[in-house]
Every structure is written in structure tokens, then in C-alpha cells.
T-cell receptor, first 115, second 113 residues
Framework: GAVVSQHPSWVICKSGTSVKIECRSLDFQATTMFWYRQFPKQSLMLMATSNEGSKATYEQGVEKDKFLINHASLTLSTLTVTSAHPEDSSFYIC???????????FGPGTRLLVL | AQSVTQLDSQVPVFEEAPVELRCNYSSSVSVYLFWYVQYPNQGLQLLLKYLSGSTLVKGINGFEAEFNKSQTSFHLRKPSVHISDTAEYFCAVSDRNTDKLIFGTGTRLQVFP
């Protein structure tokens, strides 16, 4: 089946640094990918829609200058958390929809801890 | 805009007992409905989905769900649970024009021996 990977799976960084998370669709092309954030014991909150060849679309309340999204190719989207702070610590998950039976595939997630 | 309500934040149940996890949604347009499972520190795995057709949908691991349009519900059921079913379960909805998924707050299913 279709697989979506994320790298890294976890990252610890100092406050003020930037962190890049990659999301790849391994055996299908994705013109759109989604980025979610999940705080402990909470649901997934959609942050933004990553669009190949155009700007990302951010959900209300998500700072686009803080969470930079680049959809470099049909199989790769990156999320960069700029000047990370402890409150940015969370589990970040990406997903990519396919046109097969309206199925979305989720990456395994990236756990970010900002000290 | 769509929204999803999962009424139960936690459901404790003994092994081999039946279980139902409730999900209600609201939407002004036709939607697709999904149930996902999340094991600790992992991403989401699709259990089942309703796109159209038969309102009773069967998924993986013995789960099934029934779409009830009049009650705007999509409850998840399993006739006999296993210890390995212990996980977080999320109901989600997307409208038919976008691929955006809106998730419920999740239900923690805890299966005891």
C-alpha cells in the first residue's frame, strides 16, 4: 500500500533554533499534503495545506512566518518551525491524499521537543 | 464548516466484550466519514471509511461502523475486543470538495484482561 514517511522521527532542539521536518510520499505523487499538530492527549489540528508549485494555505490562527511550508516536488513537503520555543513542542504529522477511494495516508509523525 | 463530536473521551472495557465508540458530525454539505486508530507514539491508521452506498461499513481488525444520516452519526463497533485494541480512536469528516480532514477529540479505548 501507499506509504508516507517523515524525517526525523524525533528531534530535540534549543529554543530559538529552526527545525525542518520532511514528509515524503514513497510510491505515489501528491500535489497536496497536509500538516497536523497534536498536543499530548489531544486531537489532530490541521495547520496547513501544502500545495505543490504554489503557496501553502494556512488554517486560521497558524502563523505562516513561523511554520514555513515548502512543497518542493510531487513527493516531498517540508515544514520548518522557525525560532522554535518550548510551546512549539508537539507531535507533527503529515498526510497525503490519493485519488484512490479518497484515501489519505499519514506519516508516522515527528516528535519535537524544544528546550 | 464541518465539526465532529466524540462524546466519550475514555471507554474502559473488558476483553471479549462488545464496544461502541460514538461519533456525531455536523455539516452543511455531503461528507465522507472516517475512523482512524492511533497507537502510542505512532501516526494514524485508517480503520474504515464511508464514501457512499451501504451505510454499514466494515473495516480492518473486525471493526464496523454505521452511517446514520438522520442522526448525523457514524458510531464504531466491535463485537469482541482484544487487549491489542487498546489505542486512541479518532472519527473524522471531510467534505466532498476538499481533502481536508476534521478530527474529533478522540476516544481512548482501554481493554482490560
Amino acid at each position: 500500500g501507499a506509504v508516507v514517511s517523515q524525517h526525523p522521527s524525533w528531534v530535540i532542539c534549543k529554543s530559538g533554533t529552526s527545525v525542518k521536518i520532511e514528509c515524503r510520499s514513497l510510491d505515489f505523487q501528491a500535489t497536496t499534503m497536509f500538516w497536523y499538530r497534536q498536543f499530548p492527549k489531544q486531537s489532530l489540528m490541521l495547520m496547513a495545506t501544502s500545495n505543490e508549485g504554489s503557496k501553502a494555505t494556512y488554517e486560521q490562527g497558524v502563523e505562516k512566518d513561523k511554520f514555513l511550508i515548502n512543497h518542493a516536488s510531487l513527493t516531498l513537503s517540508t515544514l520548518t518551525v522557525t525560532s522554535a520555543h518550548p510551546e512549539d513542542s508537539s507531535f507533527y504529522i503529515c498526510s497525503a491524499p490519493t485519488r484512490i477511494q479518497e484515501t489519505q495516508y499519514f506519516g508516522p509523525g515527528t516528535r519535537l521537543l524544544v528546550l | 464548516a464541518q465539526s465532529v463530536t466524540q462524546l466519550d473521551s475514555q471507554v474502559p472495557v473488558f476483553e471479549e466484550a462488545p464496544v461502541e465508540l460514538r461519533c456525531n458530525y455536523s455539516s452543511s454539505v455531503s461528507v465522507y466519514l472516517f475512523w482512524y486508530v492511533q497507537y502510542p507514539n505512532q501516526g494514524l491508521q485508517l480503520l474504515l471509511k464511508y464514501l457512499s452506498g451501504s451505510t454499514l461499513v466494515k473495516g480492518i481488525n473486525g471493526f464496523e461502523a454505521e452511517f446514520n444520516k438522520s442522526q448525523t452519526s457514524f458510531h464504531l463497533r466491535k463485537p469482541s475486543v482484544h487487549i491489542s485494541d487498546t489505542a486512541e480512536y479518532f472519527c473524522a469528516v471531510s467534505d466532498r470538495n476538499t481533502d481536508k480532514l476534521i478530527f474529533g477529540t478522540g476516544t481512548r479505548l482501554q481493554v482490560f484482561p
